[in-house]
T-cell receptor
Framework: DAGVIQSPRHEVTEMGQEVTLRCKPISGHNSLFWYRQTMMRGLELLIYFNNNVPIDDSGMPEDRFSAKMPNASFSTLKIQPSEPRDSAVYFC?????????????????FGPGTRLTVL | KNEVEQSPQNLTAQEGEFITINCSYSVGISALHWLQQHPGGGIVSLFMLSSGKKKHGRLIATINIQEKHSSLHITASHPRDSAVYICAVGQGAQKLVFGQGTRLTINP
C-alpha cells in the first residue's frame, strides 16, 4: 500500500496568492483529516470528513481556508488569500471507521506533510 | 490550561535506560492515542487505547481512565527511539486533541 500521499511536499508562495494542498488517502479508508502543525500551537485538527462529507470544520481558522473531498480518493485544502501566519506543515491523515478484519478501526495514518512557507 | 498536558517536554537519556513519558487530560475521551514524529517530520501512530495496557515490542502504553492519565514506556531505549512523542485524546467519534509533545533524545 502506498500510504497517504500529499502534494506538494514543499510550497513557497507570496502573501496574497492562492495555495492548494492535495491529499490522496489510503484506499478503502472512509475518513480523512487535515491537520496543521506549528511550533507555537503544535498539531491542530482543521477539518475531517467521513464518507466524503465534512463532519467537523470548527478548526478551520477563517474563511480564507476551505476544504473539499469530491470523491473517496482525493481531497484538497485551499487557502485564499494566503498570509505569512499560514506558514506551517499541513498533514493529511486517513482512517477506517467501521467493522472490518483488514483495517484497524480509527487508527490514523498520516501523510508526509506539506511544508508551506508564505513570504 | 491545555486539555492535554505532557511531561516532560524534553527528555535526554542514555542508551538502555527505561523511559517514561506522561500524559494527563482534562476532558472526557473516547480513546487515547500515542504518536511518534520522526526527526524527518513523519508521524506514525503507535497505540490507540481506551483502557488497560498495550504492548508492542519495547513500547508499552497504559491508561488510567479514572485518573485521566496515560504513560508511554520504552524499555531498553536505543538511539533510534529519538523522536517527538505526542499524546492525543479522541473526543467524540474521531476528533483528536493533541498534547505539545515530548522530545526524546537517546544518546549512545
Amino acid at each position: 500500500d502506498a500510504g497517504v500521499i500529499q502534494s506538494p511536499r514543499h510550497e513557497v508562495t507570496e502573501m496574497g496568492q492562492e495555495v492548494t494542498l492535495r491529499c490522496k488517502p489510503i484506499s478503502g479508508h472512509n475518513s480523512l483529516f487535515w491537520y496543521r502543525q506549528t511550533m507555537m500551537r503544535g498539531l491542530e485538527l482543521l477539518i475531517y470528513f467521513n464518507n466524503n462529507v465534512p463532519i467537523d470544520d470548527s478548526g478551520m481558522p477563517e474563511d480564507r481556508f476551505s476544504a473539499k473531498m469530491p470523491n473517496a480518493s482525493f481531497s484538497t485544502l485551499k487557502i485564499q488569500p494566503s498570509e505569512p501566519r499560514d506558514s506551517a506543515v499541513y498533514f493529511c491523515a486517513s482512517s477506517f471507521r467501521g467493522v472490518a478484519e483488514t483495517h484497524n478501526t480509527d487508527t490514523q495514518y498520516f501523510g508526509p506533510g506539506t511544508r508551506l512557507t508564505v513570504l | 490550561k491545555n486539555e492535554v498536558e505532557q511531561s516532560p517536554q524534553n527528555l535526554t537519556a542514555q542508551e538502555g535506560e527505561f523511559i517514561t513519558i506522561n500524559c494527563s487530560y482534562s476532558v472526557g475521551i473516547s480513546a487515547l492515542h500515542w504518536l511518534q514524529q520522526h526527526p524527518g517530520g513523519g508521524i506514525v501512530s503507535l497505540f490507540m487505547l481506551s483502557s488497560g495496557k498495550k504492548k508492542h515490542g519495547r513500547l508499552i502504553a497504559t491508561i488510567n481512565i479514572q485518573e485521566k492519565h496515560s504513560s508511554l514506556h520504552i524499555t531498553a531505549s536505543h538511539p533510534r527511539d529519538s523522536a517527538v512523542y505526542i499524546c492525543a485524546v479522541g473526543q467524540g467519534a474521531q476528533k483528536l486533541v493533541f498534547g505539545q509533545g515530548t522530545r526524546l533524545t537517546i544518546n549512545p
